[in-house]
């Protein structure tokens, strides 16, 4: 078994984080985010250095994560892969005070201010201060063993 397929066993949650930077909007398939803190608002996720939107991620200053419903499993797919223009193509979406895509029919999304960069291996770690977010009723979209899924609830 590969380091890879035994950090797959570790179900995540999905997100579309989205920016943009010198006038073009920017989105990836993110499944690495993570609160830091409750007070001052803080959250965290990572990118990997050779990433074709790394530079705008890490200069724009700002970025917006959309955490992805249970049925927006053909969203994560869009922006896991094809050009920036291909993955917003026909996409629902409103612009942020901050200029960041927001995706509609989310169950959760965070706008964040570009706090900190942290190198770690072939990855960097964006810590971002929230500056705005929103909620609503629904049921978030999760990823293990390769695979989209809902959670169930547990019964005993």
């Known amino acids: 078994m590969t380091l890879k397929a035994a950090m797959g066993q570790f179900t995540t949650g999905v997100t579309v984080v989205t ?18 803190s409750l007070e001052p608002a803080m959250v965290l996720w990572s990118i990997r250095k050779e990433a ?28 896991a892969s094809g050009t920036q223009s291909e993955r917003f193509a026909n996409q629902a979406c409103e612009r942020s005070e901050q200029n960041n895509l927001k995706l509609t029919n989310t169950v959760a999304w965070f706008e964040c201010r570009l706090a900190q960069v942290v190198t770690a291996g072939d990855h960097d770690i964006l810590i971002g201060e929230v500056t705005r977010y929103g909620v609503k009723e629904g049921q978030g979209l999760v990823y293990a063993n390769r695979q989209f899924g809902v959670l169930a609830p547990f019964k005993p």
Not at 21 to 28: A, L, N, P, R, S
Not at 72 to 79: H, I, L, S, W, Y
């Open 52 to 79: 074709s939107s790394h530079k705008a991620f890490t200069q724009s200053g700002s970025y917006l994560v959309n955490v992805l419903q249970a049925d927006q499993k053909d969203t994560a797919m869009r922006f």
């Open 19 to 36: 920016t943009n930077f010198e006038g073009q909007d920017w989105g990836m398939t993110c499944n690495s985010f993570n609160t830091v």
